[in-house]
């Protein structure tokens, strides 16, 4: 099966760190919706008819649209893709935008039943340092009232390793997510992106990243508080109660063929990856014109695809299945893949055994390779060395 990704591009103000194309010119909001509607439309073959297990709506911040525009892109979805019954539909949201209002609009008339909100901290002098626009307690009453709207999946983003923070600043902030009994939790240490605010801020001298060895332990600190507290660490910065992985983003990990509509949106339909004009204005005349020279293309060849299913499979509690891998790539890049391997295993960094979906749990007669839980941290070394 297939997932659909949807990328709204409005914000109201910029975060200093974000590196996702965004714009806070909201007049265009209309036009771009009339855009994504096209874009689906001239699109309905990508998928070549998979059903689509997901729809995620992404940004930005698709909490600024207007239900009723949301509603238009969706009836679209729905009848131009065989959506099927028990999708996953994810909406992300900025916690200031979930007045009761906006959330009787969305269980109305749209059939999202998943909400991501960007609570990023609980500290509201960390929540100012980024720009956020909302407050702390403002986070946790739009929990609450999704709550009351009757959203039973809800997932928070986190934030560590602010300039100066402590291990017990960023304990508080794992306690109060845990406390609110979210049934996800997606935590990130601060990046610094070229090209952010944050960046600037960096190369100025005006903030100073924090000592990776304390961005160590707020990391094995979050491994020990999740697990106490339920949580799954499915994936490297990824927390779930049992049942509640996000089945859209494990689609991205696993080879999930998946359309990407809308301005900066990628695509991958097994063979090559697909990407839109990362410009609104351009994004929208080319769509309203009928081009589909718009896109950006990349043809992958089986060096490409194998290496890059390392690097997100190894990013899983699953691992590489290995038995998949032989078969989709042949013996001899499996066993290459061993041979660079055989010393992390010998140091304790990877693991072999049956491989477990993340989905039900249930061991396979397949081999796996996987990360320890010593190795999580540093892992993008361990894994680059081992492509081939």
Avoid at 80 to 107: G, I, K, W
Avoid at 248 to 274: K, P, Q, V
Wanted: aromatic fraction near 10%.
């Amino acid at each position: 099966m297939a997932s659909i990704y949807i990328h709204f591009p409005f914000c109201k103000s910029r975060c200093i760190y974000c590196d996702f194309f965004s714009t806070t010119f909201l007049d265009l909001r209309s036009s771009y919706v009339e855009a994504l509607k096209k874009e689906l439309e001239m699109q309905r073959g990508y998928l070549g008819g998979e059903p689509v297990k997901s729809i995620y709506l992404g940004g930005g911040t698709p909490s600024q649209m207007d239900v009723g525009m949301l509603s238009e892109v969706f009836r679209c979805v729905y009848d131009l893709f065989d959506v099927v019954s028990a999708a996953e539909v994810t909406m992300e949201c900025n916690p200031d935008d979930l007045n009761d209002r906006y959330l009787s609009s969305m269980r109305e008339l749209l059939p999202v039943n998943r909400v991501s909100i960007g609570v990023q901290s609980f500290d509201d002098a960390r929540l100012s340092f980024l720009h956020r626009r909302h407050t702390a307690s403002g986070a946790i009453e739009a929990l609450s009232r999704c709550r009351e709207h009757g959203y039973a999946n809800l997932s928070v983003d986190l934030i560590y390793g602010f300039p100066g923070q402590s291990l017990e600043e960023w304990e508080a902030d794992i306690d109060q997510a845990v406390g609110l009994d979210v049934e996800h939790l997606s935590a990130y240490a601060l990046m610094y992106e070229e090209g952010t605010a944050l960046y600037g801020m960096l190369s100025s001298g005006l903030v100073e990243e924090l000592d990776e060895e304390v961005s160590v332990s707020m990391y094995d600190l979050l491994l020990k508080k999740m697990a106490s507290s339920g949580y799954r660490h499915y994936e490297i910065s990824n927390f779930c109660k049992p049942g509640f992985h996000s089945r859209h983003n494990s689609g991205y990990w696993d080879g999930t063929h998946y359309l990407g509509i809308g301005a900066g949106a990628h695509s991958y339909n097994g063979s090559a990856r697909e990407w839109n004009e990362p410009y609104l204005d351009l994004y929208i005349s080319g769509i309203m014109n009928g081009k589909v020279g718009y896109r950006g293309r990349e043809e992958l060849d089986d060096r490409t695809r194998f290496n890059e299913q390392i690097m997100t499979s190894l990013r899983t509690s699953a691992g590489v299945n290995l038995t998949k891998l032989e078969h989709q790539f042949g013996i001899g890049l499996k066993d290459a893949l061993l041979a660079k391997a055989a010393r992390y295993i010998q140091g304790g960094q990877l693991e072999s055994g049956l491989y477990i979906p993340i989905d039900t749990l249930t061991p396979t007669s397949d081999k796996a390779l996987r990360l320890t839980a010593k190795a999580v941290f540093t892992s993008n070394g361990i894994i680059s060395d081992l492509f081939v």
